[in-house]
């Protein structure tokens, strides 16, 4: 979970997260 945690902190905020989860579904 940490690493995680991370990825999404440094890589893409949780809003573009949830927007990739929305396209792939």
């Known amino acids: ?3 995680m ?3 999404g902190s ?3 905020p ?3 997260f ?3 989860l929305q ?3």
Do not use: M, P, S, T
Request: aromatic share 0%.
């Open 5 to 7: 945690k991370q990825i």
């Open 18 to 20: 949830l927007a990739l």
């Open 23 to 25: 396209i792939d579904e």
């Open 10 to 12: 440094v890589e893409v």
């Open 14 to 16: 949780q809003e573009a």
């Open 1 to 3: 979970k940490k690493r």
